[in-house]
C-alpha cells in the first residue's frame, strides 16, 4: 500500500497545495480530508495561478481521481463555482468525487459564524466566516446534514425544516437578524442538486480498494497543526484535525495504510488572525518578508503576520503527526537578509520549555530563544540542486534537519511546480 500525507506544520499557509500539486503527477488518487473553504491552495503552473479553497490541489492532474473525503465540510455553491471556474479554463473536471458521508456547510452557518464573530467583540477567533466552526458543531450535535442527503431529497427537506426552526430562533433571539425562509432555501438546494449527484461515491469504499490494490493515494488536509483542534493554540484554531491522525477518522482508513507522512514547513513563519505568535516580527523585517513572500490570504486576502521560523513549533508538528520527511518552503524569500533568528525553544515566567504549552495565557506570555545564522545574498530561485545552494543556505537547512530528527526530502526554491530541488525521492 502507498499512503502518503500532507500535512502543514506551522499555522497553515506553508505551501501545501504546491507539493500536493508536485506529488499528484504520479498519484492514482488525491483525498482531501478535513476542513472547508476557509483554506486557500495556491498553486502556479507554467506561471498561471490557480486558487483552491474546496478542491484538493492534485485536480489540475486530470488522470488521478479527487475525491473531498468524509471529514471535509462542503459549500456546494463554493464547490460549483470552483468546478465552474476550471472549466472556464479548458480543464476536465470529471474526475473530481465528493464523499457521500460529507457534512454540507449551510447558509445558516455562515451567517452565524459571522453573527458569533461580531458578538465577540476582542474575544473574536479571527475565523474567515465560511460557515466552518458551524458545520462542524452541528457534525458534533448530530444535527447536520450530510451529503447524501441531496439523494434522499424528500429526507432533506424533512431534516431541514426541522433544524431551520431552530437556526432561525437564534438567528433572531440572538443576534437580532434576519431568518431564512424555508422554501427559498428548499428552492436554492433542489436548483443544484442535480449537478451534484453524479459526483458523490461512497468514498470509505473507493479509498481502501486503491489501497488495498497498491494504488498511490496522496492525502491532503488543509491549515496545520498549530490550528488542530486538540493540539494547536487553542481556542485560535480550526475546528477539526489537520495532522495525520484527522487523515484516519478524515476519511476512513487504517493507520497501517500510512506509508509517508511528509510535513510542509515554511522557512519562516506566519499567522493569519488572532491568537498568539510567539515569533512575530512587529517591524521592517516582518514588512519586507510580508511583501516579498506575498504574504497575503488566498481565501481572505487579509495580510500575514509574520516572525522567524519557529523549531519549536515544527519540533511539535513532527511528534504529533509522526512525520518521515519535510520539505521547506520559500527558502528564497530570506536570500538578501544578513542575519536569521530561529526560535529554538521558550521562556515562560523564568522557565525554558522545549514543547508547547497548552495554556494559551502561557504562549502568549512567551520569550522567543533564538540562535543566529548569517544570511545569504545569492538568488537561490534558479538553483537545481543542493550544492549549488549557498553555504550558508545549506548550514540553515541542516540545523533545521539536525533539530527536528527529520530528514529534509524537498526544498523549493521558487513558486511554480518546477522550482525544486529533491534530495531524498519521496515516491
Excluded at 499555522?11 to 480530508?33: P, Q, Y
Aim: charged share 25%; net charge negative.
Amino acid at each position: 500500500m502507498s499512503g502518503y500525507v500532507v500535512v502543514g506544520t506551522q499555522w497553515g499557509d506553508e505551501g501545501k497545495g504546491k507539493i500536493v500539486d508536485v506529488l499528484s503527477e504520479k498519484a492514482d488518487m488525491i483525498v482531501r480530508f478535513q476542513g472547508g473553504n476557509n483554506a486557500g491552495h495556491t498553486v502556479v503552473v507554467n506561471g498561471e495561478k490557480h486558487i483552491l479553497h474546496l478542491l484538493p490541489s492534485g485536480c489540475l492532474h486530470e488522470h488521478a481521481k479527487c475525491i473531498i473525503g468524509p471529514g471535509v465540510v462542503v459549500d456546494p455553491f463554493v464547490l460549483l463555482d470552483e468546478l465552474e471556474i476550471l472549466r472556464s479554463k479548458g480543464m476536465n473536471t470529471e474526475h473530481i468525487y465528493i464523499s457521500e458521508r460529507a457534512h454540507l456547510i449551510m447558509p445558516y452557518h455562515i451567517l452565524l459564524d459571522q453573527l458569533q464573530e461580531e458578538k465577540a467583540g476582542n474575544r473574536k477567533i479571527g475565523t474567515t466566516k465560511r460557515g466552518i466552526g458551524p458545520c462542524y458543531a452541528d457534525k458534533y450535535t448530530r444535527t447536520g446534514l450530510r451529503v447524501h442527503d441531496l439523494i434522499h431529497f424528500d429526507t432533506f427537506k424533512e431534516k431541514l425544516r426541522y433544524t431551520l426552526e431552530i437556526k432561525n430562533e437564534q438567528i433572531v433571539k440572538l443576534y437580532h437578524g434576519t431568518p431564512f425562509d424555508y422554501d427559498e432555501m428548499v428552492q436554492k438546494f433542489s436548483d443544484i442538486k442535480d449537478a451534484l449527484l453524479p459526483r458523490i461515491v461512497e468514498s470509505l469504499y473507493e479509498v481502501n480498494h486503491a489501497l488495498d490494490e497498491d494504488q498511490m493515494v496522496l492525502f491532503e488536509g488543509a491549515q496545520a497543526a498549530m490550528l488542530d483542534i486538540n493540539y494547536g493554540t487553542y481556542p485560535y484554531v480550526t475546528s477539526s484535525s489537520p495532522t495525520t491522525a484527522g487523515v484516519l477518522s478524515g476519511v476512513g482508513i487504517a493507520p497501517q495504510k500510512l506509508d509517508h507522512m511528509i510535513g510542509v514547513v515554511k522557512a519562516y513563519s506566519t499567522r493569519v488572525g488572532e491568537g498568539p505568535f510567539v515569533t512575530e516580527l512587529m517591524d521592517e523585517t516582518g514588512a519586507s518578508i510580508r511583501e516579498k513572500g506575498k504574504e497575503f490570504g488566498a481565501t481572505t486576502g487579509r495580510p500575514r503576520r509574520c516572525g522567524w521560523l519557529d523549531l519549536n513549533v515544527v519540533k511539535h508538528a513532527c511528534t504529533i503527526n509522526g512525520l518521515t520527511d519535510l520539505v521547506i518552503t520559500k527558502i528564497d524569500v530570506l536570500s538578501g537578509l544578513k542575519e536569521l533568528q530561529v526560535c529554538v525553544a521558550y521562556e515562560v515566567n523564568g522557565k525554558r520549555l522545549d514543547y508547547i504549552p497548552s495554556a494559551v495565557e502561557d504562549v502568549e506570555c512567551a520569550k522567543p530563544i533564538y540562535q543566529s545564522f548569517t544570511g545569504w545574498d545569492e538568488d537561490i530561485t534558479k538553483c537545481k540542486t543542493y550544492d549549488e545552494l549557498p553555504e550558508n543556505c545549506k548550514a540553515y537547512l541542516s540545523f533545521i534537519e539536525d533539530f527536528t530528527k527529520t530528514r529534509i526530502s524537498l526544498i523549493s526554491v521558487g513558486p511554480d511546480r518546477v522550482n525544486n530541488i529533491i534530495t531524498h525521492a519521496l515516491i
